[in-house]
Nanobody, 127 residues
Framework: QVQLVESGGGLVQAGGSLRLSCAAS?????????MGWFRQAPGKERESVAT????????YYTDSVKGRFTISRDNAKNTVYLQMNSLKPEETAVYYC???????????????????WGQGTQVTVSS
């Protein structure tokens, strides 16, 4: 069982930055899993923000965050990060970290392919 705990959310003004962290606990090695950050705004479906393969060598971003967000992982620390710059009010949402056992890139941005989820952290961007 993989337990994921997100942190780093909060209130920020438009144009500001936040860094989210996702720490895995328990007897697990995060290097076994592909990882993703997803977000869900009220009344909307959960969407992929950024994903990274098990080694950190391949990353994927939704078009709207390319050039502003960076996903990274430190497998030695069992932690995945999401650096978010130039935040926009429409990016207000609950941000979730997730892990999946599938190591290929097939469906890596599809939240339905992920096996473990954190509880989420609220990000609010004020205008």
């Amino acid at each position: 069982q993989v337990q994921l705990v997100e942190s780093g959310g909060g209130l920020v003004q438009a144009g500001g930055s936040l860094r989210l962290s996702c720490a895995a606990s328990g007897r697990t090695f995060l290097s076994l899993y592909a990882m993703g950050w997803f977000r869900q705004a009220p009344g909307k479906e959960r969407e992929s923000v950024a994903t990274v393969n098990w080694s950190g060598s391949i990353t994927y971003y939704t078009d709207s965050v390319k050039g502003r967000f960076t996903i990274s992982r430190d497998n030695a620390k069992n932690t995945v990060y999401l650096q978010m710059n130039s935040l926009k009010p429409e990016e207000t949402a609950v941000y979730y970290c997730a892990a999946r056992k599938e190591r290929s890139a097939v469906g890596i941005s599809n939240p339905r392919t992920y096996d473990y989820w954190g509880q989420g952290t609220q990000v609010t961007v004020s205008s």
